[in-house]
Nanobody, 125 residues
Framework: QVQLLESGGGLVQAGGSLRLSCAAS????????MAWFRQAPGKEREIVAA????????YYADSVRGRFTISRDNAKNMVYLQMNSLEHDDTAVYYC??????????????????WGQGTQVTVSS
């Protein structure tokens, strides 16, 4: 199990940028692939981006590819989501998530065992 705590959400104008951070409390952070999900009101939770334990491979949803960047700092037990060129449709609660130790990051929320409490991102148009 790993405890996750997100920060960095807020209100931003369309076209602006935000960086989300996720702090992981575990001694075996490099055992975990990591991902960011988001959930807008009335919609299902969807994957935004994922990263392997080493950071050597990443995945992005089509809707954010080219605008968002996921990264991790294993020395600090941190995962980041840099969000540029934000759009109104990016408005959602953003969650940091990790599957079980040693498990590859999948695209469905049901594949993840560990979740943060979420951070609100609101993009004004």
């Amino acid at each position: 199990q790993v405890q996750l705590l997100e920060s960095g959400g807020g209100l931003v104008q369309a076209g602006g940028s935000l960086r989300l951070s996720c702090a992981a409390s575990t001694r075996t952070f490099t055992s975990y692939a990591m991902a960011w999900f988001r959930q807008a009101p009335g919609k299902e939770r969807e994957i935004v981006a994922a990263i392997t334990w080493s950071g050597g491979s990443t995945y992005y949803a089509d809707s954010v590819r080219g605008r968002f960047t996921i990264s991790r700092d294993n020395a600090k037990n941190m995962v980041y989501l840099q969000m540029n060129s934000l759009e109104h449709d990016d408005t959602a609660v953003y969650y940091c998530a990790a599957p079980g130790a040693g498990v590859a990051a999948g695209g469905r929320s049901s594949e993840y065992e560990n979740w943060g409490q979420g951070t609100q991102v609101t993009v004004s148009s």
